[in-house]
């Protein structure tokens, strides 16, 4: 897949930006604060709508034209899919509420045709590296989790709507827990939920069963030649609710342990979520809240048997993201069939000779890669020539003449 042509009306700083965008590697040059960063979080939202970078999407659209009534943030992707030129178009619309507030609308259009937002969400393919990710494996468990849901979501439309929908199921399961833990009443009535928010439930369990376990294999490869074989990464996935029962008499399980949990079908998974979910009833409702299912899982990142989250070195989280991200992109196009457009956000700058080498060597791979830079001299003179090089200013693009 590649991106042919980008146009940004009030997204962030750019008050207008049109762009044909070169069809291997951009080499994006900018000081800082001239738009580097929002304009590869802008192809990024159109693949997945949702930032990593901002809270919310209000924050996307240029404050200036906030100030207006009426506010509109436009962006437009032309991009080639299976031999097929397609136009995406994401409108942010801003406007009032009728009570002296504003509220903002999403307006998506895929090949001129209005379409729910749900329903669009990878079909154009990125993968974004940002220095300031780390927090995927530095934070909490809800930054991997959102981790996996972004990356699964682009390549399994069923996958978003099993987690849209066990989302709202678990909304409207919390809320009644709440109430029969205040006001007592029939428990029966949790059986609908139940039954949803096992079967979608199931569904999500199952396929990250199946994309941790891929993405280890992409990443191991990777992970071995940036770091020149001195370290092995293990992805460990632990769901919330577990479809296996613990190995007898082993209480806990050192993380290290990788279980092998394919080859269960996503309903024996559901008959066993509901089950659990029979057992527990009771204390759920005097807790008021779900406690367990997707919502809670985890997936910890292991290098050399270390776990990172833990007990990372700054480097050593750097270079495990990045080989994640890395694996995504090969994931992507076993699952999809079609190159994802790679976006790194100065990420030379923090790598080492050998992982730079490493990875100036894998982007010969990718169909396109759009990489920002503050300082041209970070990438080898032969790397230079094969890209085009365009530098940004306040927002504006122009192409840099040949000379390296
Ligand atoms: N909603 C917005 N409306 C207008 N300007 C914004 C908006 N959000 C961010 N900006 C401004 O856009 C500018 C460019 O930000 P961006 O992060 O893209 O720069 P950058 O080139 O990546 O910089 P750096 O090298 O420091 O990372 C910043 O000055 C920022 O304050
Ligand atoms: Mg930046």
Not at 81 to 106: C, F, M, T, W, Y
Not at 323 to 348: F, H, M, N, R, Y
Not at 383 to 402: A, D, M, P, T, Y
Request: proline fraction near 4%; include cysteine.
């Amino acid at each position: 897949m590649h991106l042919s042509h980008l146009s940004l009306t009030n997204f962030r700083l750019f008050s207008r930006l049109d762009m044909d965008v070169p069809r291997r590697i951009l080499l994006l040059m900018g000081a800082n604060a001239q738009g580097k960063t929002s304009l590869l979080e802008a192809i990024f939202y159109m693949a997945t709508f949702s930032s990593f970078h901002a809270q919310n999407d209000r924050q996307l659209l240029n404050f200036i034209a906030t100030r207006e009534n009426l506010s509109v943030a436009r962006m437009i992707a032309t991009y080639q899919r299976q031999d097929r030129v397609h136009r995406l178009e994401v409108r942010l619309i801003q406007d009032s509420n009728g009570n002296g507030g504003a509220r903002l609308r999403k307006e998506v259009l895929l090949d001129g045709v209005k379409t729910p937002p749900i329903q669009v969400i990878g079909h154009l393919n990125a993968v974004i590296f940002l220095p300031q990710m780390t927090g995927v494996l530095e934070d909490g468990p809800a930054e991997r989790r959102r981790y996996l849901d972004l990356l699964i979501s682009q390549a399994q439309p069923a996958y978003t709507r099993a987690l849209s929908e066990y989302s709202q199921a678990l909304t409207q399961r919390n809320a009644l827990l709440k109430l029969l833990n205040d006001r007592g009443g029939d428990s029966s009535q949790l059986i609908y939920w139940d039954e949803l928010l096992a079967s979608r439930g199931a569904l999500l369990i199952s396929a990250r069963i199946d994309a941790i376990q891929e993405l280890e294999q992409f990443a191991k490869r990777i992970h071995e030649q940036l770091t020149g074989s001195s370290e092995v990464i293990r992805l460990i996935y632990q769901p919330s609710y577990d479809p296996l029962p613990p190995p007898q008499g082993q209480f806990a399980l050192p993380i290290q342990v990788q279980v092998q949990r394919n080859g269960l079908t996503v309903e024996k998974i559901k008959v066993g979520f509901l089950e659990r979910l029979g057992k527990v009833r009771n204390e759920e409702i005097s807790r008021g809240v779900t406690t367990i299912g997707p919502h809670r899982d985890e997936m910890r990142v292991l290098c050399n048997g270390i776990d990172l989250t833990d007990f990372g070195s700054r480097g050593q989280i750097r270079t495990a993201l990045l080989s994640l991200k890395l694996a995504e992109v090969d994931w992507l196009k076993q699952k999809t069939g079609e190159w994802p457009i790679l976006l790194l956000d100065e990420t030379l700058a923090e790598l080492d000779m050998q992982r730079r080498n490493y990875l100036l060597n894998y982007l010969e791979n990718v169909e396109q890669v759009i990489l920002t830079t503050t300082d041209m001299n970070l990438f080898p003179p032969d790397f230079r020539e094969k890209c085009e090089r365009w530098q940004i200013v306040s927002g504006s693009v122009e192409k840099l003449s040949n000379e390296i």
